[in-house]
C-alpha cells in the first residue's frame, strides 16, 4: 500500500532494516571516519580534570541548540545568569527554563542508564517529563497526532507526518526499539549505525504528545554513552542539526516515504563526525585555556589553585556564593577580596544586572560562543 502522510503509519517497519544498507560501501566509510572522529573527543574528555564541569559549558550548548530546533530560543546571557544559581534559575524566562529542563534531563538519563546498565521505557518516561514538565507518559490510542508544516513556512499547515496510533501499537514498536538498542547478540550491529537507525525509529514513533525530539537527541547522547563509545553524554550533536535542519527533516522524510534509509544514514553519520571534531576543540581549547590561566593566576594570587581554576571554568558566569560553597567559605569579606583579586588579575570581570552582580569568565565565553 502506497505511503499516505494524511493517515497513521501504523506500518511503520520494525527495527532493523534490512541487512543491505549495513554493509553498503559508502556508509561503511563513513562509518569509519565517524568513528575516529567519537574516539577522539572520548579521548578529549578522559583528559579533563572532573568531566561533569561540562555540565554548564558544553551540554549547556547542546541543550540550547535542541531546544532552538523546536523554535524556543533564549540568549547566552540569560542561560548563563540562570545557571549561576538556584535563585536565578527560578526567575528564568519561560524559554531559559525550557533548556535547563532539558540539561536537567540528559543529566538525570545519563545517572539512569549508568545505573541500571540498560535504555528502558522507564528511562525514557523520565527524560520526557522532564523536558515537558509532566507527569503524562505515552500517547493515548485514540489520540490523533499529526505533524504539519510551520506558520511561517512555504505551504504552511499542511500535513507532513501522522505517526502511529492505536491500541498497543506504540508499546510494540517501542518495545522492538528497545530490544533493538539492548540486545546485541540478537542484534549486532556497529553501535554508531544503531544510534542512526533508532533515532529515525523514535522520531517516526513519536511515542508523547509533545517534546519528541528533544527527547530523541538526548536519547543519541545517552546510547552512544551506554554502548561505550562517550564517556560523556557531552557531543555537541544538535549545533550541526540547527545549521542543517532542514536536511535533518527531508532525510527523516525519506526514510518514512520510499524506505531509503542511505541519504539518512549518511547524513547522521556526518553530523557525528563534524560535532565529534568540534567538540574537540571545544574541549581542548578550554583546556588550553585552563593550563594558560593557571599559571598567569599562581603569579599573582596566592591562594589560586587548580580546585578553584576548575570551578571558574565550569560555567562562564559566577557568583562569589559558588565559588564559597564549593571551597566551604562562608565569609562574605574574604570572597569579596578574593573576587576583587580575581577582577584585578583579569581573570574574572563583574556585571550587574540590576542588584545581581555577576562575574564572567570572558575566555570560557569566547571559546564557547567562537
Not at 336 to 361: Q, R
Amino acid at each position: 500500500m502506497a505511503y499516505d502522510r494524511s493517515k497513521p503509519f501504523n506500518d511503520l517497519p520494525l527495527l532493523p532494516p534490512t541487512s543491505e544498507i549495513e554493509n553498503d560501501v559508502e556508509i561503511l566509510k563513513k562509518l569509519v571516519t565517524a568513528s575516529r572522529a567519537l574516539a577522539a573527543v572520548n579521548s578529549s574528555i578522559m583528559r579533563l580534570p572532573n568531566p561533569l564541569m561540562l555540565v554548564n559549558t558544553i551540554a549547556l550548548q547542546e541543550a540550547k541548540a535542541s531546544t532552538a530546533i523546536e523554535n524556543i530560543f533564549t540568549t547566552e546571557d540569560a542561560l548563563y545568569k540562570a545557571v549561576s544559581d538556584t535563585v536565578q534559575e527560578d526567575k528564568a524566562n519561560v524559554a531559559t527554563k525550557e533548556v535547563l529542563r532539558y540539561r536537567e534531563a540528559l543529566w538525570t538519563g545519563y545517572q539512569l542508564i549508568k545505573e541500571n546498565n540498560i535504555i528502558d521505557l522507564e528511562s525514557i518516561l523520565g527524560i520526557f517529563r522532564q523536558i515537558k514538565n509532566t507527569s503524562s507518559g505515552l500517547r493515548s490510542p485514540a489520540s490523533l497526532t499529526i505533524i504539519q508544516r510551520g506558520q511561517s513556512e512555504f505551504r504552511s499547515g499542511e500535513v507532513i507526518y501522522t505517526p502511529p496510533r492505536g491500541a498497543g501499537i506504540l508499546e510494540k514498536l517501542m518495545d522492538n526499539l528497545l530490544i533493538y538498542l539492548n540486545d546485541n547478540e540478537k542484534y549486532p550491529t556497529d553501535p554508531l549505525l544503531k544510534m542512526c537507525f533508532a533515532h529515525y525509529q523514535f522520531e517516526a514513533i513519536h511515542p508523547f504528545p509533545d517534546g519528541n525530539g528533544r527527547t530523541g537527541r538526548i536519547l543519541n547522547l545517552l546510547y552512544l554513552v551506554h554502548a561505550g563509545l562517550l564517556n560523556q553524554p557531552v557531543l555537541y550533536l544538535s549545533k550541526y542539526i540547527i545549521v542543517n535542519k532542514d536536511d535533518y527533516y527531508y532525510n527523516l522524510g525519506i526514510v518514512t516515504q520510499r524506505g531509503s534509509w542511505k541519504p539518512w544514514m549518511l547524513y547522521m553519520l556526518e553530523a557525528v563526525e563534524k560535532t565529534a571534531q568540534l567538540t574537540s576543540q571545544l574541549i581542548n581549547s578550554i583546556l588550553a585555556q585552563m593550563d594558560s590561566t593557571l599559571v598567569h593566576a599562581k603569579g599573582l594570587i596566592k591562594w589560586y589553585n587548580k580546585e578553584v581554576n576548575e570551578l571558574i571554568f565550569s560555567q562562564p558566569y559566577i557568583k562569589p556564593k559558588f565559588i564559597g560553597d564549593q571551597l566551604n567559605i562562608t565569609s562574605r569579606t574574604t570572597l569579596t577580596k578574593y573576587f576583587n583579586e580575581l577582577v584585578d588579575a583579569k581573570i574574572l570581570s563583574p556585571i550587574k544586572d540590576g542588584k545581581e552582580l555577576f562575574y564572567v569568565n570572558n575566555d570560557l565565553i569566547q571559546i564557547l560562543e567562537g
